[in-house]
């Protein structure tokens, strides 16, 4: 009687040790998995923290960016102004003078070209005279204009009214104007000889 009740003590005992154990293995994993749920913040933390450490270097960049592009803007626009404030304004005499002259060898580097004047208007229009090599003769046909105005636009693209002759009496009165207008103060001065210059050349060339 006394062993049976001792060995269901020693079972009860034992149940009791096993649920112990089981209490203790259930409270280890627990507390085991404490940590990863403290992980689990600190992930979230450092998600600020990223961004936190990101947004100040990326910041000043990106509003640095913003001001260039602003200041850019501004700086082309004040360009920009200057520019159309400098087409606006009219050339000199010497200015028109030095960019005469460069027309004037850029013509006279077409082979069938002996010689050639060029002068200027305040308006930016362009008389050319020429005289030609003796062994040509075909004239100023409209093979040789374009020739002409195709060598006076690479001096300057800008210039776009081109009258042409290669009447005598015309160059002469072409290279006289060129002349006098060196010695102006302003190209305005002799506005009026050179439109009616420009309208004889403009007539002769309409009346061919």
């Given amino acids: 009687m006394k062993k049976g009740f001792l060995v269901l003590l020693c079972i009860v005992m034992a149940g009791m040790v096993l649920s112990g154990c089981a209490a203790r293995t259930a409270s280890g994993t627990t507390a085991t998995a404490a940590p990863i749920t403290t992980n689990s913040p600190m992930g979230t933390t450092n998600a600020p923290g990223s961004a936190a450490t990101v947004s100040p270097d990326m910041s000043p960049d990106m509003n640095n960016g913003a001001a260039m592009g602003a200041q850019t803007g501004t700086t082309a626009g004040t360009m920009n102004a200057a520019n159309t404030n400098g087409a606006a304004t009219a050339m000199t005499p010497a200015q028109a003078g030095r960019l005469a002259e460069q027309i004037e060898e850029a013509v ?6 002996d010689d050639a004047e060029v002068v200027i208007g305040n308006d930016s229009r362009v008389l050319v005279a020429v005289e030609f090599e003796d062994q040509y003769q075909a004239g100023l046909d409209d093979r040789m204009k374009q020739m002409i105005v195709q060598a006076v636009q690479k001096v300057d693209d800008g210039l776009k009214d081109i009258e042409i002759t290669d009447d005598d009496t015309l160059y002469g009165q072409v290279k006289g104007l060129g ?5 102006a103060t302003g190209l ?5 000889d050179f439109g009616d210059l420009w309208d004889r050349i403009t007539g002769r060339s309409e009346a061919r």
């Avoid at 006279?108 to 070209?113: K, Q, T, V, Y």
């Fill in 188 to 192: 305005d001065e002799l506005a009026d």
């Fill in 179 to 183: 002349e006098r207008l060196a010695n």
């Fill in 108 to 113: 006279e580097r077409i082979s069938e070209i």
